[in-house]
């Protein structure tokens, strides 16, 4: 069936975070470099797409420094091009964090680091399709060996920090730059040797960039995220029937399904560190095909 979306309202779905907009063939694993091209015509979106954000959200008085987007054209998944507004600006990512810590989690199984179980996999459903926070923390224990708990001696935190750094080491030797995966999603809140690290180390808070996170969803799509059959599960669970899913004044409207990954835009709350507080609700990302 034909998709059918309102213009102005796509473009406002766009921003506010990153999008990968995509109907391509799915392409086998190739260890290329990411470097996609910069477009004139995709800027010209872009920009237009940001320009129309900030006016409809004038009376809430969204500002020029709260807003970033990444889109990626993959229509030709051989040489992508690329347009962004803020793209590189860090950004308090709340639960879109756990589809790096997911990521990971495959990486190390492929890797013979972590034994692929029937719970292993139960905590990554729910951290992906529920975005369970507790499901999360058991993957990032796994994923560095680390546990949450009483404080910690100065020389044990310390340990302790660098071994909750491994998530960050790994994307860092693929190349991903300005991010930081070494926090748990909280609830409430941290506790214990959580707010012990934070308090002595920096960066304080989990941060990522609209082209980080674009570019880790492009992976996924193309297959190319450590392998075709790991992107392959890897979206499954991403896979939404949008069908049965509202996006109060979005407008997205379609009869198909998609790849959804969905988050409430956050601005940070005078609750401190770990809480956001939710002004509105827009798609990460819609992959199409």
Not at 134 to 148: A, K, M, N, R
Not at 235 to 250: C, I, N
Request: proline share 4%; aromatic share 10%.
């Amino acid at each position: 069936m034909a998709f059918q979306i309102r213009t102005p309202h796509f473009l406002l779905s766009l921003l506010l975070t990153s999008l990968v907009f995509t109907k391509i063939a799915r392409a086998e694993p190739t260890g290329s470099s990411w470097n996609p091209a910069h477009s004139e015509k995709l800027q010209s979106v872009v920009d237009a797409a940001v320009q129309t954000t900030l006016q409809k959200f004038a009376d809430k008085k969204l500002g020029t420094n709260e807003l970033a987007v990444t889109l990626i054209d993959l229509r030709d998944a051989d040489r992508p091009i690329q347009a962004s507004y803020r793209g590189g600006e860090q950004i308090y990512p709340a639960s879109v964090i756990k589809l790096f810590y997911l990521v990971a989690a495959h990486r190390w199984m492929e890797d013979g680091k972590l034994q692929d179980t029937e719970e292993l996999r139960r905590a990554m459903r729910d951290m992906i399709v529920d975005s369970g926070n507790e499901p999360t923390h058991y993957i990032v224990d796994l994923l560095t060996g680390t546990t949450s708990g009483p404080e910690l001696s100065d020389a044990e935190i310390k340990e302790w920090h660098d071994k909750r750094n491994a998530v960050n080491r790994y994307f860092s030797s693929l190349g991903f730059t300005n991010i930081n995966v070494n926090k748990k999603p909280w609830g409430d809140g941290p506790y214990g040797r959580e707010t012990q690290a934070i308090k002595l180390f920096t960066p304080k808070r989990n941060w990522l960039t609209t082209d980080a996170t674009a570019r880790l969803l492009t992976e996924i799509v193309t297959r190319t995220s450590i392998s075709a059959k790991r992107s392959d599960e890897m979206m499954e669970l991403l896979q939404r029937d949008t069908r049965f899913v509202t996006l109060a004044g979005s407008g997205f409207q379609t009869t198909k399904s998609y790849f959804f990954l969905g988050r409430f835009i956050c601005r940070q709350s005078s609750r401190g560190v770990g809480a956001d507080e939710h002004i509105a609700f827009h798609p990460l990302a819609i992959i199409r095909f």
